[in-house]
C-alpha cells in the first residue's frame, strides 16, 4: 500500500464491496462487531471457570497470567498489523492476499460489516490458540489465553468506535487521532490500534513535527473523517 496518501481512500461511507463472487463465502466476510465481542468475552468467562475448577493455580497467578495474556495481544495486534496485514504486495498473489486481508478496509474504512473477525473464523482462532497455549504453557494457559481474548475484544471495540463514532475530547482522544494518521496519512506508521505501546518500542510512530501537522488536520476534519 502507497504511503503518505493523503486521504486516498475509495470511499469513507458505510459501503461494503463484495470480497468472494460465491454469495455464501462472501456473506462469511461479514459480520456486526458485537458478536465476536460477545463470543470472546464469554470464552474468557469459560476459561477463567475452567482454571478454577481444575487446576491449583492461586487467584494470583490467574491475574498475572489474564494481564499477560491481554499486554501479549498488544504485541500480536502490532506484529500482524504491520508484518502480514501491510505485506509488501510485491506480487500479484500477494497484492490479491494483502487486499483481501486488509487492503479492503483501508479502501472503505467505515465498512461496518467489515470492522471485526466474522464468527465463523473467530471459532477457528479460538480453538487454535487455546491448543497451542495449552500446548505451550500447560495448565497456565487457559488464563493466559483468557486475557488474550479480552485484549482481542476490546481491540475490536476500539476499532469499531474510532472509525464509526465521533472524536471523544478525553484521554481516548489519541486513539482516535493515531488511527486517523495510519488511515488517512501515512499507512506505515500507528500500526497499533487499542495501544500505541509498540509503535513507541519500535519506532513507528510519526515525527513529532508531522504528528503535530496531521493531528491539526484531523482534528479539523474530524467530522468529516470520524
Same mark, same amino acid.
Given at each position: 500500500?502507497?504511503?503518505?496518501?493523503?486521504?486516498?481512500?475509495?470511499? @469513507?461511507?458505510?459501503?461494503?464491496?463484495?470480497?468472494?463472487? @460465491?454469495?455464501?463465502?462472501d456473506s462469511l466476510t461479514r459480520t456486526h462487531v458485537a458478536i465476536p465481542v460477545t463470543m470472546f468475552f464469554l470464552y474468557a468467562i469459560g476459561l477463567i471457570w475452567w482454571t478454577k475448577t481444575a487446576t491449583v493455580l492461586t487467584n494470583s497467578q490467574i491475574v498475572v497470567l489474564f494481564f499477560g495474556g491481554t499486554l501479549f495481544f498488544t504485541l500480536i495486534e502490532y506484529i500482524v498489523h504491520r508484518y502480514v496485514y501491510h505485506i509488501a504486495p510485491t506480487t500479484e498473489g500477494r497484492k490479491k492476499f494483502q487486499w483481501t486481508m486488509h487492503g479492503v478496509h483501508h479502501d472503505y474504512p467505515k465498512d461496518k460489516q467489515r470492522l471485526a473477525m466474522p464468527p465463523a473464523l473467530s471459532v477457528v482462532v479460538g480453538t487454535v490458540l487455546l491448543g497451542f497455549f495449552r500446548l505451550i504453557l500447560g495448565d497456565f494457559g487457559f488464563s493466559f489465553l483468557a486475557g488474550f481474548m479480552v485484549g482481542y475484544a476490546l481491540y475490536l471495540l476500539v476499532h469499531y468506535a474510532v472509525h464509526i463514532f465521533r472524536m471523544p475530547s478525553n484521554s481516548f482522544k489519541a486513539l482516535w487521532v493515531n488511527h486517523a494518521i495510519h488511515h488517512y496519512s501515512e499507512d506505515e506508521v500507528m500500526f497499533g490500534v487499542s495501544s500505541p505501546l509498540w509503535d513507541y518500542v519500535f519506532g513507528t510512530v510519526p515525527r513529532k513535527e508531522k504528528k503535530r501537522e496531521v493531528q491539526v488536520n484531523v482534528e479539523a476534519d474530524a467530522e468529516k473523517w470520524l
Open positions: 500500500m502507497k504511503t503518505n496518501k493523503q486521504h486516498q481512500f475509495v470511499s @469513507n461511507e458505510n459501503v461494503s464491496v463484495r470480497l468472494f463472487n @460465491n454469495k455464501f463465502l
